[in-house]
């Protein structure tokens, strides 16, 4: 049996909680997937974001905490609101405070937005 959407998103949620990031982006993503961050940096499918959060997980020194603080679906729109607390290899540390909106068809993400909380 298919699982629902909700049960898509929360999953994927617990992934990105446990710091998963990578692997949640291997695993939701569809292949043509592209993203927008905050300040306007894009990826254009799922092979430049999975490069792109490798990189950036392979920063990371400490993972201090992931909260998420709300998730919500509404067709096939999903938000998940989260903040990181990361402490970088290159010694300085990352306090994030976004939220997620992602656009799902077929149980894969398709398109994925970022914005300052």
């Given amino acids: 049996m298919e699982q629902s959407l909700h049960e898509l998103l929360s999953a994927k949620n617990q992934m990105v909680k446990q710091g998963q990031i990578v692997e949640a982006t291997e695993k939701y993503f569809a292949p043509q997937a592209h993203t927008k961050d905050f300040d306007g940096t894009a990826t254009q499918d799922k092979a430049a974001m999975l490069s792109k959060m490798q990189n950036f997980a392979g920063a990371i020194e400490v993972v201090n ?5 709300h998730s919500s679906l509404s067709g096939n729109v999903s938000f998940a609101e989260f903040t990181f607390d990361f402490e ?3 010694g ?3 306090i994030w405070h976004e939220i997620i909106r992602s656009v799902w068809a077929d149980g894969k993400i398709v398109e994925e937005q970022y914005f300052k909380a």
């Fill in 88 to 90: 970088m290899k290159d």
């Fill in 92 to 94: 300085s540390k990352i």
């Fill in 65 to 69: 905490d992931i909260t998420l603080h």
